[in-house]
């Protein structure tokens, strides 16, 4: 409102000035010749607040001249489209507009469509085989009393490692809580996975319940 106001004070300033003609002047100011309105034609004017039907501020639009006249002109809805005008009205507005904020609408993810996301997931990795290539031990490797002692390696694979490469190899997000994995993977070789996924889902025939196939190669 302060905006408005602030506008509409210039505008009657300079309305005020450019109107006060002497009874001699020959010529006709712009501003009196569109308040004064040609018959069964229509004037632009600009507008300096939204009105519901008819624009928003700062559009130039076409209005009947009784009605720039009467309504818009004495309160300074409207102004004559021209350039004087036209110019106060793009400062003001530069001035005194705030951005528009762009409307983002939210869209709530239904129970039904979390379903279709865990059983789509469930059955993609059902069939993978999740790979990892890791640095070993090269001391513990070689301190090994015998070939089918573990060769660790040397960072082990957590739970987020599980995740992030999901996600990167098989393009599948799942939530921590879907893999069960007490403790990370600390050797070489081939691991099962359980995961945990909402008993609405089916398992695949000959299945029991839901693993993800893991194995470690070393470098």
Known sequence: MACIQHSRNALRRIIAKETSLKSSDGAIHPLLYACQGVRYKKLEVILTTSIEKLGKAGQTVKVAPGHFRNHLMPKLLAVPNIEKFAHLIREQRKIYQPEEEEEVKVVKETMEDKMKEYETAAKRLVKAR???????????????????????????????????????????????????????????????????FPKSIPLPEGKVKWTLQVKIRGK
């Open 130 to 196: 999740l790979a990892f290539r890791v640095g070993i031990n090269t001391a513990k490797f070689r301190a090994r009393e015998s070939k089918d002692d573990p060769i660790e390696i040397l960072s082990p694979v957590t739970k987020d490692d599980i995740l992030k490469e999901v996600t990167r190899q098989f393009n599948v997000q799942i939530e921590p809580d879907n893999v069960h994995l007490p403790s990370p993977l600390t050797a070489l070789g081939e691991f099962e996975v359980p995961l945990r």
